[in-house]
């Protein structure tokens, strides 16, 4: 059973909404053990108040979090006892397996880089969401992580993209590259320059290129099971897929006069294995979840990470990468 | 009550669907006048096979249409009477006042620019949609016009947009730039760098910047009235909201039991202002719609065509060009 430390510090409504899931896992026999990172007297306090006897769990002291605002390599820098810093140095003395945390993105990839390092021939970390297609998971990488990407890079992204899905226990998954048009030749520079070098690479390595996809394949699903995009664009329609399953629900719950059930579908979707972003490329698994997540949610990303390391992630991506053909 | 040239060619179910939609619109009567281009002999047999008095009609003829995996512009240059070419020219000689065809954008945008010519100061034209969010109608450009961008083509989105949005009733739009991350300093380099030319630039042109905006702002709407994305990003995003939407009427549909009231929803949209695209930055106006789209949804968008004929579209956007600060 591995260890989780989870960052007591990090998300919108932190701390009290990280103690809340704290509190239900605790009353779930498969969940991982869990190594609290975040001030000590506090954490012992949100604990009691929860019920909950203190002496059952270790708490890494931790003095702050790295604000919205904040450039994130400047403060840990500044602060090397940051609570996304001291999560990450608990996996990488191998007291913790894996660690999350909740909230500022650039802060948690920053932290894992620094205090894990990178895969060698991971030149940047993405990271990787589960999309629930109308046909099953599709993994999209990268959600954020690397803004400005090359034809290399996305290549990088193919590989380690194809691992995780394979992690998650999808069987051969096919990788699409995200491009506007399926026809030959269309996009942008860079996806036109991806297209030519996935086709040159990918098979030679065993991952199965199925060609370009679009942005409605991660609804429908039918295309592909990974999904390679740059961080900007992969960022902008993750949070288009959130925004328009918010209308959704809003709109369809109206029609039908009742907006429990429409809810309830997004409720689900957000509290499986899509809860979580998976940081891949970097040496110990961590998982990045929704800064305006519920307690459910992150529950769900620590119930992710103690998942992925049972099937050994690193070790997989590291193999990957050292035996690909360059 | 302008006149409306229909390109009876183009569509994944042309020319059939289109002859659907000129039924519907014949019994309309606030309907614009249409001028049907396509085969002449064929155009009179559809019509004639939905109980329509041809006579009743101008056929432009036309020969041919370009492919989905054809090259426009070679298509273009080598027969001038493509479906296309001929419904734009109609535009370009006053014989019609827009002109609307579903299906191959890219064929429709160069037919659009060598037929009808650019707006000064537009260096490349822009496909808008207009996206239903929950706080009202939001503008979203470019939708796939044009793949690569620079700041200063963002810029001159910019400005179009804002036209486009005040010439279907949004008064003072707040112009939004998509990105990732609404802090300060976060988004890849062509967002950082569109975001200090919009702040220096836009205000003194009478157009409100209200700064960064996300994925999630188009399903929301509440953070800016036109929203300005490259081409690439724009049209995996509008694509992954469509995608979106369908898993969304999919699996609230069986949460309900009763599958209809969400696709209700669903196509109800599509036929409303939200069907076409509208081409911004040329000297004419031009809709593209969707190529998979239904009768209904060409009815709306010759609708939208005609609506914006009547409120100056074009002479609006020349002006907004003419009298803004360079």
Redesign the interface.
């Known amino acids: 059973m591995p260890t989780v430390a989870l960052d007591l510090l990090g998300g919108d409504r932190a701390p009290d909404v990280v103690a809340d899931a704290v509190a239900l896992l605790q009353d779930d026999p498969e969940a991982p053990d869990l190594l609290l990172v975040g001030p000590v007297d506090h954490a012992v306090e949100l604990l009691r108040e929860r019920g909950i006897d203190p002496r059952g769990f270790v708490v890494e002291p931790a003095t702050g979090a790295v604000g919205?605002?904040e450039?994130p390599l400047t403060v840990l820098r500044q602060n090397p006892e940051v609570s996304v810093s001291v999560a990450a140095r608990l996996v990488a003395r191998g007291r913790a397996q894996a660690w999350v945390s909740v909230g500022h993105t650039?802060a948690a990839v920053a932290a894992a880089v620094l205090e894990l390092g990178r895969i060698p021939g991971m030149a940047r970390p993405a990271l990787s969401v589960v999309v629930?297609?109308?046909a099953g998971p599709v993994v999209l990488l990268d959600a954020?992580a690397a803004?400005?990407a090359t034809p290399d890079l996305l290549r990088q992204f193919a590989v380690a993209g194809h691992t995780y899905a394979q992690v998650l226990g999808i069987a051969d998954p096919g990788v699409g590259l995200?491009?506007?048009?399926s026809?030959?030749?269309k996009?942008?520079?860079l996806?036109r320059s991806a297209h030519e070098l996935f086709r040159e690479v990918l098979p030679p390595a065993g991952i199965r290129y199925v060609g370009p996809v679009?942005?409605?394949?991660?609804?429908?699903g039918m295309a592909a099971s990974v999904v390679v995009?740059?961080?900007?664009?992969g960022?902008?329609?993750?949070?288009?897929?959130?925004?328009?399953?918010?209308?959704?629900?809003?709109?369809?719950g109206s029609?039908?006069g009742?907006p429990e059930?429409?809810w309830?579908?997004v409720t689900q979707t957000a509290t499986s294995d899509f809860a979580g972003g998976m940081l891949l490329g970097v040496s110990g698994v961590t998982v990045v979840g929704h800064g305006a997540g519920t307690a459910e949610e992150i529950c769900a990303c620590v119930r992710l990470a103690a998942r992925v390391c049972d099937m050994g992630l690193v070790s997989r991506t590291a193999r990957a990468f050292s035996t690909e053909v360059r």
């Open positions: 919205m605002d450039d650039g629930p297609s109308l954020g803004p400005d995200l491009t506007i048009g026809e030959e030749g996009g942008d520079r996806r679009e942005g409605h394949d991660l609804g429908l995009a740059d961080g900007f664009t960022n902008v329609l993750l949070k288009g897929l959130e925004g328009a399953v918010q209308w959704a629900a809003t709109r369809m029609a039908y009742d059930p429409a309830r579908v």
